[in-house]
């Protein structure tokens, strides 16, 4: 999916991690985007509804002749509007639930192929670094035997230097 923004310089294990990782958050992305939906959807039904209700009752309220008949219609009222108000929580409930199955389930698809393109990567990361502290050895030590034969040729030459020289002193 994200194949073409992955720069080609990058190995094979992480570029196949990053592409799991990307297609792992965006599938999430996708179902908190449904999610989020599904709840403004909600949101708005509820607010529609309890327009109506409130629209409705203050019409009969409106038209009521005495206090007695306003308080009726009153108290008739409060009943609906609750009842509204649980069916939107169970709702809500049920939103919420399923939103956290889907997750789940998105989860559980995923992470075995993320785990198995980090394990990929990290092999490589080892693989790569034993290589590289490998070449580093035989460098050094290719730098101390030269040194060490270098050591070797001007001690030599040293000793007869010095030995010439205390011959001319004696």
Not at 27 to 46: G, I, N, V, W, Y
Not at 68 to 95: C, H, I, T, V, W
Not at 127 to 134: C, F, M, V, W, Y
Request: proline letters at 3%; charged letters at 25%.
């Amino acid at each position: 999916m994200f194949t073409n923004s992955i720069p080609p310089s990058l190995s094979p294990a992480l570029k196949s991690h990053l592409e799991t990782q990307c297609n792992f958050a965006t599938e999430l992305s996708r179902k908190l985007f449904d999610t989020a939906q599904q709840l403004s959807e909600l949101h708005l039904r509820l607010a529609q509804d309890l327009l109506q209700e409130w629209s409705n009752a203050s019409q009969q309220l409106l038209s009521a002749r005495d206090t007695g008949e306003f308080m009726s219609l009153a108290a008739a009222q409060l009943q609906p509007g609750s009842d509204k108000l649980r069916q939107y929580q169970q709702q809500l409930g049920n939103l919420v639930a399923n939103a956290n199955v889907e997750m789940n389930r998105t989860a559980e698809n995923h992470l075995p192929e993320a785990s198995r393109t980090a394990v990929a990567f990290a092999d490589e990361v080892v693989r790569k670094t034993a290589e590289e502290t490998e070449k580093a050895t035989q460098r050094q030590r290719e730098m101390i035997e030269k040194m060490h034969a270098s050591g070797h040729r001007d001690g030599a030459g040293q000793g007869r230097e010095t030995g010439r020289q205390s011959d001319q002193a004696h």
